[in-house]
């Protein structure tokens, strides 16, 4: 499928810099909208990340005042000659897609960690929800407001219930009200709320030190971990046991051991 660009700008600009690949959303006067096209754009770019063996983490953040605002509401609403049963089944393969992009996130093997500028609305805050990581600047904002226009957030409460206790994510659907970054940070929504002139850079440091680590352990850590912590305790621990024994026995862990007892710096494999 042809993406559209608005006088040729493209929906998301990407740069790689010390194996960290830059996602950055490139819709600022739309509020960066997660279109139809925006989430086949990021699913593409998120596959081409992770299948990268040069990449070792992946940064997604955003241009102008706005991180994303969700879904664009125009493309959800219910279009010129079209029943509700049509319009149904169209928001349907969105939501589908979003969901598609999301997981996306999780399944990647590499760390994927939001770099937040600016609020982050509705399926906007769902995004910063997947990612394995997030920093904000301090003016940054988070809510779900889909109840104000007589909805209610349920997908991205998705993402947003497993990040935070339930309580919280019920307060932040069932008001609407938008949470500040230091809130987002006290509940566990984010990890860092940093003045926004220290974002990209204090953002730059995590990814390239997450980046100087063994990518086959964060690969496969990654994933032993999203499975194990939706299961019982006793089949996590089966799990886990099972999942740190491959881990250990590894050969990026064989030379990580070698590396430590030689003082030196582990010369990681590729995945």
Known sequence: MTVPAIENIPFLKEDTVNQVRWITLNRPEQRNPL?????????????EAGNDPQIRAIVITAEGPVFSAGHDLREMSRQEGEDIEAQQARMSSILELCAAMMLGIIH??????????APATAAGCQLVSACDLAIASEDATFCTPGVNIGAFC???????????????????ALTGDAISAEDAVRIGLINEA??????LERTRELAEHIASKSAQGISLGKADFYRQVEMPIEDAFAHANEAMVRAMTSADAQEGKKAFFEKRTPQWGEV
């Open 35 to 47: 279109s139809s096209f925006m989430l086949e754009e990021l699913s593409r770019a998120l596959a």
């Open 154 to 172: 349920t997908t991205p409460l998705v993402g947003i219930g497993r990040n935070i206790h339930r309580k919280h994510a019920m307060a932040m």
């Open 194 to 199: 940093v003045p926004s002139e220290q974002l």
């Open 108 to 117: 990647s093997p590499k760390a994927v960690i939001a770099c937040v500028q």
